[in-house]
């Protein structure tokens, strides 16, 4: 599978017995991602069998304590571990001035190189980029400075029809042409590209929306994806509290799904008042189908 979400952490708030804090593993074709690491998340990848070692972006959406406050701990424990490989963190201007005093002031010295990035207000930016994967971060609407993410796989080369290949005896510098879509121009023949190649794969995508309120932009960022993982903090009934807080309820979220035409709707970052998630996930279901409430542990593939 070229993609592989876990998600390491639904709750909000506190971690408690059942559900840890917001925290999700990314395989995407090899790039391996932390997205979020509340508290107790080193626990959490320990528990569903992630290799903490293996990572190497950790992307933090916002400052509230459910989002980051495992990130020393796990920082720490790479440190320990003997890590070498550099780790890149895209985060908050304000963490890497917060982890330094803790870092400065506890002595502590790392096994490795940390890079921080910080990230931009106001609007999207690509913030990664490589041959295969890419990722947009968009600011979401919370009571401080948030960012949800987007990752979109690049446009692959085309594979060529092997029969065409046969057929045209094709040399190995107009296979390479035809994989970039070129037509291949020969003195007495013209080998239009759609004959001589497969159709095109579908290109997969990912979006995290973090803790946000509903706001009509959101639709935009997300427009299309494969997986939309949204917060439903709340239900309709408690719209206020919502509201106060700058959460989404499980309509809210579905809305998002559906005005963005997504193929599936993750929800998570469950109040704990929640005993169990059918109320939220009936509510959601009312405007969009394909929508399923997660667990800690539930992984999901493209
Ligand atoms: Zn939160
Ligand atoms: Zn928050």
């Given at each position: 599978m070229p993609f592989k979400l876990k998600i390491i952490g639904s709750g909000s708030a506190i971690p408690t017995l059942t559900r840890g804090v917001t925290s999700q593993y990314v395989n995407f074709n090899e790039r391996h991602i932390l997205i979020d690491c509340g508290e107790g998340t080193q626990m959490q990848l320990r528990r569903y069998k992630v290799k903490m070692q293996r990572l190497k972006i950790i992307l933090i959406s916002h400052l509230h304590g459910d989002?980051?406050?495992?990130?020393?701990?796990l920082l720490s424990s790479?440190?320990?571990?003997?890590?070498?490989?550099?780790?890149?963190?895209?985060?908050?201007?304000?963490?890497?001035?917060l982890l330094q005093v803790q870092f400065?002031?506890?002595?502590?010295?790392?096994?490795?190189?940390?890079?921080?990035?910080h990230l931009k207000e106001g609007k999207p930016e690509v913030i990664f980029e490589d041959n295969i994967l890419q990722i947009t971060a968009f600011p979401v609407r919370h009571r401080i400075p948030t960012w949800g993410f987007r990752f979109d796989e690049r446009e692959k080369e085309l594979n060529i029809d092997p029969a065409a290949v046969k057929q045209f005896s094709m040399t190995h510098d107009e296979i390479k042409k035809a994989k970039?879509?070129?037509?291949?121009?020969?003195?007495?023949s013209y080998l239009r590209n759609a004959?001589?190649?497969?159709?095109?794969?579908?290109?997969?995508?990912?979006?995290?929306?973090?803790?946000?309120?509903?706001?009509?932009?959101m639709a935009d960022y997300v427009q299309g994806v494969d997986l939309l993982y949204h917060e439903a903090t709340f239900t309709e009934k408690q719209k206020d509290r919502a509201d106060k807080t700058m959460h989404s309820?499980?309509?809210?979220?579905?809305?998002?799904?559906?005005?963005?035409?997504?193929?599936?709707?993750?929800?998570g970052h469950f109040s704990a008042r929640f005993k169990n998630?059918?109320?939220?996930?009936?509510?959601?279901?009312?405007?969009?189908?394909?929508?399923?409430?997660v667990q800690d542990g539930d992984e999901f593939d493209l």
């Open positions: 989002h980051y406050l495992g990130l020393v701990g790479l440190s320990i571990l003997g890590r070498t490989q550099l780790l890149t963190i895209y985060c908050p201007a304000e963490l890497e001035e400065r002031l506890a002595g502590m010295k790392f096994s490795y190189p940390i890079e921080f990035i970039k879509g070129e037509d291949i121009v020969r003195e007495t004959d001589i190649t497969l159709p095109k794969q579908k290109l997969i995508s990912y979006a995290y929306s973090s803790d946000t309120s509903y706001f009509e932009q309820t499980a309509r809210e979220a579905a809305t998002v799904a559906k005005k963005a035409k997504v193929g599936q709707l993750l929800l998630t059918d109320e939220l996930l009936e509510e959601a279901s009312q405007i969009f189908e394909q929508v399923v409430c």
